[in-house]
């Protein structure tokens, strides 16, 4: 474990908004009133390459988020806590600010020398605009150099952070469903690989997000962020796929005019 454990939560939150459907044994509204009881993993789509997570039309558009910790849970406590998990308890309640956007989707499927194009009306996050504003919200603006999304790959994202430190993150598992016009669900599974010059360090998180939409310009989220040991953590045996550590966010989203 290391040190920084607490810094690579807070960037589990850069896949919130980094943007078919499954066949579930528990609807994502299920997983998210059973909370805090999660036992597993939850189940989710294998990622394609190309392929984003497509949001409804009401979210076309720059919002104003602001992002409070209400809860945290440490499943496995005593035997297995997390570093960094006691210092993040001083973060319950405080709120953050920072914009996200969304688009018109960009084929990323592009061949050599050609431009990427427009795939018609579908709405995506703006990942790099999206992580850049959550990383500085959290972290800080002279920490975060840069952030940035592979061309060929919307779902893979490297964040580079000062001190020679890097976060890269892929979206591995993926569900999302809208059973009404103004209520959207979706969840993520991403793999996080934090590099720094003395180690390199793997661990996996879940976010699984239900946003209601109040009107045109406002929308509320109830979500929860899971982290997951790496297979190749020492203690893995120890936690198998069980959540170490359980967050629960709420999100007030308000569009900004343009």
């Known amino acids: 474990m290391v040190k920084v454990w607490g810094k690579v939560l807070v960037l589990g939150l850069l896949i919130w908004f980094l943007g078919w459907s499954p066949v579930w044994a528990e609807s994502l509204g299920d997983r998210l009133d059973h909370y805090p009881q999660w036992q597993d993993l939850p189940s989710l789509n294998p990622v394609q390459t190309g392929k984003d997570l497509i949001y409804p039309d009401w ?56 431009l990427p194009r427009q795939t018609g009306a579908a709405i995506v996050a703006d990942r790099a605009f999206n992580g850049a ?14 952030v940035e999304v592979d061309p060929q790959h919307p779902n893979r994202q ?22 009404k016009p103004d209520q959207f669900f979706s969840s993520e599974l991403t793999q996080q690989q934090f590099q720094s010059s003395e180690q390199i360090y793997l661990n996996r998180v879940e976010t699984t997000t239900d946003y209601q939409q109040l009107d045109s310009d406002h929308v509320t989220a109830n979500q929860v962020t899971a982290i997951y040991l790496s297979p ?18 709420h999100l007030d989203l308000t569009k900004i005019s343009e």
Request: net charge positive; no cysteine; hydrophobic share 40%.
């Open 59 to 114: 979210f076309a558009g720059t919002w104003q988020v602001t992002s409070t910790l209400i809860d945290q849970v440490a499943p496995l406590a005593p035997d297995l806590v997390t570093p960094g998990f006691a210092a993040n308890e001083t973060l319950i309640g405080q709120p953050f600010v920072f914009r996200v956007r969304f688009q018109l989707q960009t084929n990323f499927l592009v061949k050599p020398l050609s």
């Open 133 to 146: 504003e959550i990383a500085q919200a959290y972290l800080g603006e002279k920490t975060v150099q840069k």
């Open 158 to 179: 490297l964040t580079i952070l000062k001190g020679d430190r890097r976060l890269i993150s892929t979206v591995t598992g993926r569900a999302q469903a809208q059973p």
């Open 232 to 249: 190749s953590d020492p203690d893995f045996f120890q936690a198998q796929n069980k959540p170490v550590a359980l967050y629960h966010y």
